[in-house]
């Protein structure tokens, strides 16, 4: 029978074992032999149909149908739909959406990175889904992008013929068609339009980009490789117009790039891998389960790569990732007792409307897994990371690099109840006010909650992030704002109305109840609220920003200041002192630095933790670089944090005592006045009158 096996080299349909021969012979009665013939035919038209139409036979891994998934595409291949069917009961639209909300997608995201590894199939990936897009939907608009014009010619558009439908694989100019293929200079004018009049263009970044994008309405952009920052930022504006979708396909050699910057920072990873070919406790690499092996499976391959001959198993087999919507891992176990780094597969974003997943070597058997698995162990970890899992690590580091999600970052049910309640305000005239409300205990201060964050806000909704990524200086910066600080056009009585509602003062619980189809009480009646009327949080003091609460403004021909202006509205604020920059970071420093490999104990564990309830202080505190100055999106949250500690706030236990006037320490001891003490002012316009 050898000779039935010569010709029969197909990295994921191996010739039949001795057993498969056997089982098919008894089955249809035949010879050996024949037996073998009859599987090699039928392999070999599974073969035939994949090298004509690769777009419509050609085998996908899995990862490729999340992707799917997370740009909210349409369509999924007919053998998928068969299979999710089956295994699911599900349509694809329905599947789709499962696996969104399991990897914590609200809805399909604009923009996906793709970090793969080398020969991982992230070109073949974006190469086909434009195809698919060109003739799925008549008069589509896709645009394929890369280094330069020999790059583009030579590396990304033998793919697009590639997948080309075979029918549509000719040479033709018409009005309404042009297709003009050579191998050697690729599509004539760098462009083609196919017979359902669908137009793909090929631009690279050596073009000037506003030249390039100008006037680009797309449905599809498929950027591949170092992609400047800035050429992602312009071509998220021009998707649009015609609710487009982007897939940036990429390979991190040169390590964490600010486009890579725009994606990563403070992304959460939401399903991972085993790094089978990283141990974590000093044990040998794991080759075979890497690859989605057995054992004898990748003895086997490996012989067959010595003796030059087709190996009875596949090259690899990728990780099932359907298996996640049925609470499974969909790789092989590792072995009792092992174990190894986790390697991530996708990556929710701080920006919603991008997302990250990364394509393993594992995910593509014709690349020839198994020697980009050997050429990476001979140099290292990273060099591992990057070529055979797509992961790179930050080199720039931030002002706070001890700050640490896994330490630094409780789940909010987890923070105290009891404690010293303290507020802060960093105010603006040119966006919203940040809000930040920190408790302190004896053993360490919590930031409870920001505003805004990520809830719901009344008349708003959930609000977007507060600063995001950029990629500007090189990603030395301090982020760009997002929509989350754009001005919702809020007063101060707005402001009042939110305090009171979060910390739950008496005043808003009884207006609640008595009126409960209101949205929003009366003026006058929310001028009359007051905190020491009762509130669930009680709070120790309030501090505002001292430069932005001082600045005098003229008002009815007198000067007036926004601390005047929050007095007379009936809360009492404290200035933040005025202490610089550098002495509140190295507090918060202080505060956050412990021993992560020790034994953690009351003197070895942080002294500051952040509530994951406040996304926009997690992010600023992971990404400020104090480089931008005033401007930086990330400095506002950041701000809160210093004025605690420049203030010296913390947990002062049956005290009382202040660093200064208007200022004391000790629960329930603040400088506001109870109701029956003192005349309640109430603001009339300007003037204030004293109600007795």
Known sequence: MAKEYKGWDHPLIPPPTYEQVAAEANYRNLPMVEALKSLKVRAEKVIAAEKMD????????????????????????????????????????????????????????TMLLILGANRSSKSEYSAKRGQIMLTQKPGSKVYAFHMSNPRSVRDQ?????????????????????????????????????????SECSFLNYAQDRDTALEGMEADLVLPDELIPPDWVETILYRLTTRAGKGVIGFTPIRGYTPTVKIFCDSAKVVEQAEGY????????????????????????????????????????????????LEGKTGQIAPPEGRLFEKMPRVLKCADPKLGVVFFHGCDNPYGNPKEVLSTAATKGPDEMRIRVYGKTDKTISNIFPKFNKDYHVLHAADIPDEGINYFFMDPASDRNFFMTWIRATREAAYIVREWPGGYHIPDIGVPDPWALPSG???????????????????????????????????????????????????????????????????????????????????????????????????????????????????????????????????????????????????????????VDGQKGACKDPVDNVRYYYTAECGFVDG???GTRPGFYYGRGRSRRREPSDMPRPVLRGRRVEVRL
């Open 54 to 109: 690769p777009l419509r036979f050609g085998w996908e891994p899995t990862i490729w149908n999340v992707c799917d998934a997370l740009i909210g595409l349409d369509f999924c291949s007919g053998t998928f739909a068969k299979e999710i069917k089956k295994r699911f009961g599900m349509e694809w639209p329905e599947w789709a959406e499962a696996m969104r909300q399991h990897l914590g997608f609200s809805q399909a995201i």
């Open 157 to 197: 558009q033998p793919l697009f013929w590639k997948y080309m439908p075979p029918e549509y694989r000719h040479q033709q100019a018409t009005a309404n068609e042009y297709i003009k293929y050579k191998r050697k200079t690729g599509f004539s004018d760098n462009s083609f339009i196919n017979p359902v009049e």
């Open 277 to 324: 070919m990283l141990p974590r406790d000093g044990g040998e690499p794991d080759p075979a389960r890497a690859l989605g092996l057995s054992q004898a499976e990748f003895e086997e391959v490996t012989q067959a790569y010595i003796e030059k001959r087709p190996a009875r198993a596949p090259q690899s087999r990728a990780q099932d990732c359907c298996a996640w």
């Open 472 to 626: 500007k200086k090189e990603g030395i910066n301090d982020g760009r704002k997002g929509q989350g600080a754009d001005s919702f056009g809020f007063g101060l009585l707005r402001y009042k109305f939110e305090i009171a509602r979060l910390e739950r003062w008496l005043d808003w619980r009884k207006w609640r109840d008595e009126k409960p189809n209101e949205e929003y009480p009366a003026e006058d009646d929310l001028l009359d609220w007051d905190e020491a009327n009762g509130a669930v949080e009680v709070m120790e003091a309030r501090l505002v920003d001292s430069r932005a609460a001082s600045s005098p403004r003229v008002e009815n021909d007198r000067p007036v200041t926004l601390y005047e202006d929050l007095q007379e509205l009936g809360m009492d604020f404290s200035l933040a002192p005025g202490s610089s920059i550098t002495d509140g970071i190295s507090r918060i420093n202080t505060a956050l630095d412990f021993d992560c490999d020790a034994e953690q104990s009351f003197f070895n564990k942080p002294k500051l933790y952040v509530s994951d309830a406040c996304p926009n202080t997690i992010y600023s505190m992971e990404n400020w670089m104090n």
């Open 655 to 657: 005290k009382t005592f």
